[in-house]
């Protein structure tokens, strides 16, 4: 069995030793170092260009349940991460060139991995594409005219999302402008204002991200940065995004001075998106400024906001399930380039491709992880969100179906939940050629 692999990076690495690991002959084609980035200093293989933490190892942390799950699967780069680590507390920090320079050892001395270095710009089949945010201009051309070029994106303006869960039910209220829609689609985020006024110096004074030189991308006036807005002049978000037009608050029966209106992500209303909230402030920055909006004191963020350049496909109208082009199901993507932020994410991501490639070339049928383990729940959201207002997505526990009987106690609730989760990620590893349980 032969397949092919695009993209050295930490999704296309974990695919490639996943299907060699499977009995397949694999081609590694990586572009650098013939053709450089604008981000890599190295060529080596799974550089880490941004942070060399992959945050929190504890199972009751989003991030760290989805490494105790890949790691079930038989991840390379999680052994590699361990191998590597730094001290960090509670999070997997990696010394970055011992990190890189372990991946690239072990994938060049597996006897079924081929490492090539050039260019690809054709799509093979069967094949993984695993070329992430800088994939190369003309690969993106031969994606574009294949997918169609309105499911490419270039460009990433995200919103915050939080809990619905740490939402005051109390203070917000359920409302759409003019009572449009479903009539009460938006949970409305009343401000007097004084209360306005102090948020928008919030936003102006807030400490901003800069990015690396390649993501430095010119804003569009239609997704603006919201701390731009408040920069603008102080009725700018009112007279915008935080119109209060149309939407009364039922308890006083007058229009406040302001509104934060948040929208629900998922159908049982755990993740509400901050609406026209993309932000380059830092996480800090965001976590204090939010929790400014009126029935968010509490807020938990489960994806912070974000401007940036990103190479992504409108998944949920292009892909399958398990994430091949609609016409050929062993042409399969993985990693940022289907709409997964984050290292670990984007490693799961290559390895179940990995895995479901190995097991179509062995005659089998594709699988997914149970929606009740993290990494099944993110590649369900990014295969079944709404199209129209795909964005990029991470592990937070907001995907996970809820428990059958509610848990007020976070801690308790997300122990539960972790459970659940690695109990059923055992037995789809079991079933699938991962480590035993």
């Given at each position: 069995?032969?397949?092919?692999?695009?993209?050295?990076?930490?999704?296309?690495?974990?695919?490639?030793?996943?299907?060699?690991?499977?009995?397949?002959?694999?081609?590694?084609?990586?572009?650098?170092?013939?053709?450089?980035?604008?981000?890599?200093?190295?060529?080596?293989?799974?550089?880490?260009?941004?942070?060399?933490?992959?945050?929190?190892?504890?199972?009751?942390?989003?991030?760290?349940?989805?490494?105790?799950?890949?790691?079930?699967?038989?991840?390379?780069?999680?052994?590699?991460?361990?191998?590597?680590?730094?001290?960090?507390?509670?999070?997997?920090?990696?010394?970055?060139?011992?990190?890189?320079?372990?991946?690239?050892?072990?994938?060049?001395?597996?006897?079924?991995?081929?490492?090539?270095?050039?260019?690809?710009?054709?799509?093979?089949?069967?094949?993984?594409?695993?070329?992430?945010?800088?994939?190369?201009?003309?690969?993106?051309?031969?994606?574009?005219?294949?997918?169609?070029?309105?499911?490419?994106?270039?460009?990433?303006?995200?919103?915050?999302?939080?809990?619905?869960?740490?939402?005051?039910?109390?203070?917000?209220?359920?409302?759409?402008r003019y009572g449009k829609g479903g009539g009460d689609d938006y949970l409305n985020a009343p401000f007097d204002e004084a209360q306005y006024y102090a948020f928008i110096e919030a936003l102006k004074a807030g400490e901003q991200y800069e990015g690396h030189e390649f993501d430095e991308t010119p804003y569009f006036e239609a997704?603006?940065?919201?701390?731009?807005?408040?920069?603008?002049?102080?009725?700018?978000?009112?007279?915008?995004?935080?119109?209060?037009?149309?939407?009364?608050?039922?308890?006083?029966?007058?229009e406040p001075f302001a509104v934060a209106q948040l929208r629900a992500e998922d159908r049982a209303g755990q993740m509400w998106n901050l609406v026209g909230f993309q932000s380059r402030l830092k996480t800090?920055?965001?976590?204090?400024?939010?929790?400014?909006?009126?029935?968010?004191?509490?807020?938990?963020?489960?994806?912070?906001?974000?401007?940036?350049?990103?190479?992504?496909?409108?998944?949920?109208?292009?892909?399958?399930?398990?994430?091949?082009?609609?016409?050929?199901?062993?042409?399969?993507?993985?990693?940022?380039?289907?709409?997964?932020?984050?290292?670990?994410?984007?490693?799961?991501?290559?390895?179940?491709?990995?895995?479901?490639?190995?097991?179509?070339?062995?005659?089998?049928?594709?699988?997914?992880?149970?929606?009740?383990?993290?990494?099944?729940?993110?590649?369900?959201?990014?295969?079944?969100?709404?199209?129209?207002?795909?964005?990029?997505?991470?592990?937070?526990?907001?995907?996970?179906?809820?428990?059958?009987?509610?848990?007020?106690?976070?801690?308790?609730?997300?122990?539960?939940?972790?459970?659940?989760?690695?109990?059923?990620?055992?037995?789809?590893?079991?079933?699938?050629?991962?480590?035993?349980?």
């Open positions: 069995m032969k397949a092919t692999v695009v993209g050295g990076g930490l999704a296309g690495c974990e695919a490639a030793w996943t299907l060699a690991e499977r009995g397949c002959s694999v081609t590694l084609h990586e572009m650098r170092p013939h053709t450089p980035t604008p981000a890599h200093q190295t060529d080596r293989l799974a550089e880490l260009v941004c942070t060399n933490s992959f945050k929190s190892i504890d199972v009751t942390n989003a991030h760290g349940l989805l490494k105790a799950e890949v790691r079930l699967l038989g991840s390379l780069l999680m052994e590699v991460a361990e191998a590597s680590k730094v001290p960090a507390g509670t999070a997997l920090a990696v010394d970055r060139a011992e990190f890189s320079a372990g991946v690239t050892e072990r994938i060049r001395a597996h006897p079924s991995i081929e490492v090539v270095e050039e260019e690809i710009v054709t799509l093979p089949s069967p094949g993984i594409i695993a070329t992430g945010p800088l994939t190369s201009d003309r690969l993106a051309d031969t994606i574009a005219r294949r997918l169609g070029v309105a499911h490419l994106a270039f460009f990433d303006a995200i919103a915050p999302i939080v809990s619905g869960d740490s939402i005051d039910h109390d203070v917000v209220y359920r409302m759409s997704c603006l940065p919201v701390e731009e807005m408040a920069a603008r002049g102080p009725e700018t978000l009112r007279f915008g995004p935080m119109k209060p037009v149309g939407l009364p608050d039922p308890r006083t029966g007058r800090g920055a965001q976590r204090g400024v939010w929790r400014m909006i009126p029935g968010l004191e509490n807020a938990e963020v489960l994806r912070w906001g974000s401007i940036h350049r990103n190479t992504y496909l409108n998944s949920p109208a292009v892909l399958t399930s398990h994430l091949s082009a609609l016409d050929d199901p062993q042409l399969l993507f993985a990693g940022q380039l289907v709409g997964v932020e984050g290292y670990t994410e984007s490693l799961g991501c290559g390895l179940l491709c990995g895995i479901n490639l190995a097991r179509m070339l062995g005659g089998d049928e594709p699988v997914l992880p149970p929606d009740t383990t993290m990494l099944g729940s993110l590649l369900r959201y990014v295969h079944g969100a709404e199209p129209k207002r795909f964005q990029p997505m991470n592990a937070n526990f907001g995907l996970l179906p809820p428990l059958s009987k509610r848990v007020r106690d976070k801690r308790v609730k997300r122990e539960a939940l972790a459970q659940r989760a690695l109990e059923a990620m055992h037995g789809f590893a079991r079933r699938t050629g991962g480590v035993p349980a």
